[in-house]
């Protein structure tokens, strides 16, 4: 299986630097699955001009026209947006986002055929056996089926941060996580890993086992710096 390497932009890139961005991904060779989540406004310019695929930051949980500033998964899919993040730390922090919406907006990506990539994680004062479980019965709630999903385990205190936990943390953690879905949903989850990863540190976390790939924030916006991922992976 590819690995995925999912840059989730957040709100970085100029108008006049994204035809830059895009020009120079297409240009890269690797035997990676890149997923370019960049922000909203430039999803179109994306879909239409990349060469890899492309994912939405957020979405909205149905498809019902009257939520203002809101996009919904059928305006998505008709761009051609193929992968949604959900449960982003930041989401829940800046928009209170509860369990049962990142449920719903599971569940809504789901029926619309676009693949979520679900952000889950403890934060350092937390116990990872206790918090895990419950986020992940929460955002799971009513689904049957784990094959679209991609877990992505990103420890909060690690979320922009520059410090992330070591390899055999990472290892230990994953394994747990990955065991957990196993016994419940008979599949082994596809899991990736996202918290200061950086071109220094990406041989060592996506060769973690278990790991089948990992996501970048803010720094995945800058072409220096995905070149260089690419070249140490
Ligand atoms: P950083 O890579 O900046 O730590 O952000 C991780 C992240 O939020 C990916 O979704």
Redesign the pocket.
């Known amino acids: 299986m590819k690995k995925m390497l999912v840059f ?1 932009h957040k709100m970085s890139l100029l108008y006049d630097e994204v035809y830059n961005y895009i020009t120079r991904t297409n240009n890269l060779d690797t035997d990676c699955n890149i997923i370019i989540c960049p922000s909203n406004i430039y999803l179109e310019l994306f879909t239409n001009n990349s060469e890899w695929s492309i994912g939405a930051q957020n979405m909205y949980y149905n498809i019902d026209e009257n939520h203002t500033g809101e996009i919904s998964s059928l305006q998505l899919k008709a761009l051609g947006v193929e992968y949604v ?1 959900v449960g ?1 730390n ?1 989401r829940i922090v800046d928009f209170n986002e509860s369990g049962r919406i990142i449920n719903l907006k599971l569940i809504e990506a789901l029926d619309a055929n676009i693949f979520p990539i679900l ?1 889950f994680g403890e934060d350092a004062d937390e116990d990872y056996r206790e918090k895990l479980p419950q986020l992940l019965d929460s955002y799971l709630k009513d689904i049957l089926n784990i094959d679209f999903i991609t877990f ?1 385990y ?1 420890p909060i205190y ?4 520059g410090v992330h936990p070591s390899t055999d943390k990472i290892k230990e953690i994953i394994s747990f996580v990955s065991n957990y879905l196993e016994v419940k949903y008979h599949k082994k989850p596809n899991l990736i890993y ?4 950086t071109s220094s540190n990406i041989y060592d976390i996506i060769n973690i086992d278990g790991i089948n790939g990992v ?5 995945s916006s800058d072409i220096r710096e995905v070149e260089k991922i690419i070249n140490n992976i």
């Open positions: 989730n993040i982003h930041e952000c992505a990103e690690a979320i922009g941060t996202g918290g200061s990863v996501i970048v924030g803010k720094i």
